[in-house]
């Protein structure tokens, strides 16, 4: 294969060819000293680039900007036709460079790291690092085995300095193998956000557009967008800003009268990017586009609501135009539109209002995309939810929960939401299990808000979401996976279909009230005793409080218990002695015994288990579902 003489100025030039263009529409938005620098510094390095490459051509045209800009370098106002003198060089340049042979594979364009250049990379070079990196991430798994070949090493050998050896590789090795894990899952992030493109990326040229069709139908229009730095598949991207060049011409020559404004939005929901491009105009003529369909052979009951009209309007062929331009007449820009989102298997959707302009939403699915998101198991599942759709998360004792007909809800914001845990909505409730206080997620979608129960929050962090397959049949809900900091996959969660999928779960089970023999806790601290009092009491259980083993020793003469759950450090008898006076006494022996503490050394539950506790809970890792599931183990 030659050599390819011209690989790294074509990098380079087009993201300079980037910055002439969007440079240049906003020395139009008025006089800057700093920005007419910024082109002039631009032209003159693409220009110096040329030359080294011997492309004297593309050299000219950059020399010709540099001398339309030199009488402004002061902040002299700009004439329009300055402006246009720029553009039509920088099209010319565009022009030259895309004559110039391209190599095998497309390069895509990459914004720039911190204090870095900006580098294009190519995306099979890049799904091979990727595919490298995951190998090296599973080839660490032997390491972990051989760690747990020097555990039994240590046990076996004899000899002193061999022993010193293991002991000193069991203490560093299982910090190496983590620090490796860490590394390769972060550089395989890494180089899955690489093929992600910033979506401002096409707001140059799509200005563009917007200013040239004001110009061919003698308007004025501003262009404004937001939403720059939502990041999506390159592929996605420049489909999508073909789809949108004609929806900005389109809100140019039918939406904006003399004069206005085309606003363009990027959003993310979920695993879809949505871009919204509405303009300020008086809204699209529904009456001409309904006698324009009739006329063309729709029958009027077909066309009836504005929403059929609409319809046969993204459909392609319908226009209201009087005579065809190079901006409209013909009526097929929307069906291009159409087209190419349904190639990327997504929706497009027009609104419009009289006197209060149109909208077109083109929503399409990404097979990778980049996001902050919170991160929350339920169970064995563990999954992401876009940070951009939470409204928040709640604590919600037991009892304020609102069981109805159609399903649970809890207050929020003052109003009623529906609520449902993670496990129910995924299909894996296998029982409902008493729980004192939910932790919960609130959701919010187009459809509202709801209330997602979970097990843990485990904090925000950025996640590469990849798309699952299409022929992998997966619920509603899911949108994708991605891998944690250990190389292991995520569910990453639709918030739409989370907020829809909560409202649709119908009320939970109920819970059957629990017929057992009630629970002594023994504690000096009042607020322990009140803490798992509550927590027992919300879960069905008849609860009874001593604030010293002593009273407990008398309660316990008067009333049968079924389990006692019992502080170690109290004042007088302590819980270990209360533990062994229990199993002491005839009556009594048969009563288990859950210690509580905050002694969490080997030795103190070493004495927990031989004066005869059943078990033994650290206050530190304490856990309202510990002591449940002990208590509920313990009594049935």
């Known amino acids: 294969m030659a050599k390819d003489p011209y690989k790294y100025f074509r990098i380079e030039a087009r993201e300079l060819v980037d910055g002439l263009r969007q440079g240049a529409l906003d020395l139009e938005k008025g006089p800057a000293v700093e920005a007419v620098a910024r082109v002039l510094r631009l032209a003159h390095t693409l220009k110096g680039a040329a030359r080294v490459v011997k492309l004297g051509a593309i050299a000219d045209h950059a020399h010709a900007i540099e001398d339309l800009l030199e009488p402004h370098r002061a902040g002299a106002a700009i004439a329009s036709a300055a402006v246009d003198g720029v553009l039509r060089r920088v099209d010319e340049i565009s022009a030259a460079l895309a004559a110039l042979s391209a190599p095998a594979a497309t390069p895509v364009a990459v914004p720039a790291a911190p204090k870095a250049d900006a580098v294009r990379v190519d995306l099979e ?11 090296a991430a599973a080839r660490l798994a032997p390491l972990s085995l051989a760690n747990a070949s020097l555990e039994r090493m240590a046990r076996m050998q004899s000899l002193s300095e061999v022993r010193a050896e293991i002991d000193e590789l069991r203490r560093s090795l299982p910090a190496a193998i983590g620090q490796v894990a860490l590394e390769l899952a972060q550089a ?6 690489l093929r992600l493109m910033p979506a401002e990326r096409v707001f140059s040229t799509l200005e563009r557009a917007a200013r040239d069709a004001a110009q061919s139908l003698g308007k004025e229009v501003r262009f404004v967008a937001t939403g720059g730095a939502t990041r999506l598949d390159a592929h996605v991207l420049e489909a999508v800003g073909e789809a949108l060049l004609h929806v900005v011409r389109n809100a140019v020559a039918h939406g904006v009268h003399s004069s206005g404004t085309v606003r363009l939005a990027v959003t993310r929901s979920s695993s879809r990017v949505v871009f919204t491009c509405t303009d300020d105009g008086h809204g699209l003529d529904m009456v001409a586009l309904r006698s324009v369909a009739v006329a063309r052979g729709a029958s009027r009951d077909a066309v009836a609501t504005d929403e059929a009209v609409l319809a046969l309007l993204l459909a392609g062929g319908l226009s209201t135009a009087t005579a065809v331009t190079d901006v409209a007449g013909r009526g097929v820009g929307l069906d291009v ?17 009289s006197g209060a302009g149109t909208t077109f939403e083109i929503r399409v699915p990404v097979t990778l995309t980049s996001q902050e998101a919170l991160v929350v198991s339920a169970g064995d599942v563990t999954g992401s939810i876009p940070l951009v759709a939470v409204r928040g998360t709640l604590r919600i004792p037991a009892s304020e929960i609102v069981r109805g007909g159609a399903g649970d809800a809890v207050m929020f914001g003052g109003q009623a939401i529906p609520f449902a845990s993670l496990s129910r909505v995924l299909g894996r409730e296998t029982r409902t299990e008493a729980v004192a206080i939910h932790t919960a997620v609130v959701v919010g ?11 843990r929050l485990h904090g925000t962090r950025e996640v590469v979401v990849q798309a699952l397959p299409p022929t992998l049949d997966s619920d509603a809900t899911v949108a994708g996976v991605s ?12 918030a739409d279909a989370l907020a829809a999928a909560i409202g649709a779960a119908g ?9 057992a023999r009630p629970v002594l806790v023994v504690d000096d601290s009042l607020t322990t005793r009140m803490l798992e009092r509550s927590i027992l009491e919300s879960a069905g259980y008849e609860v009874d409080v001593a604030t010293s083993a002593e009273e407990a020793l008398e309660k316990a003469k008067r009333r049968a218990y ?10 007088g008898m302590d819980g270990f002695a209360f533990v062994a006076a229990t199993r002491a006494d005839p009556a009594l022996g048969d009563v288990p015994a859950i210690l509580v503490t905050s002694r969490d050394a080997a030795e103190d539950k070493a004495r927990g288990k031989s004066v005869g ?24």
């Not at 009320?507 to 017929?515: D, G, M, N, R, S």
């Not at 079924?562 to 004042?571: A, L, Q, T």
């Open 337 to 353: 539109v159409r087209e190419i989102v349904a190639k990327l298997r997504g929706e497009v959707t027009a609104k419009s209002r």
């Open 613 to 636: 506790a059943t078990a033994y809970i650290v206050k530190g890792e304490f856990d309202q579902a510990l002591l449940l599931r002990n208590v509920r183990e313990i009594l049935g």
């Open 445 to 455: 979608s187009e459809l509202g808000v709801a209330a997602l129960g979970v097990d």
């Open 125 to 135: 070079e890049l799904d091979r690092l990727i595919a490298d990196l995951a190998e």
């Open 562 to 571: 079924g389990v006692f759950v019992v502080d170690v450090e109290m004042p």
């Open 483 to 494: 891998l944690d900091v250990e190389g292991k996959p995520e569910l990453a969660f639709d």
């Open 188 to 193: 395989r992030a890494a180089s899955a956000r």
């Open 507 to 515: 009320p939970a089970p109920a819970i059957e009230a629990v017929k």
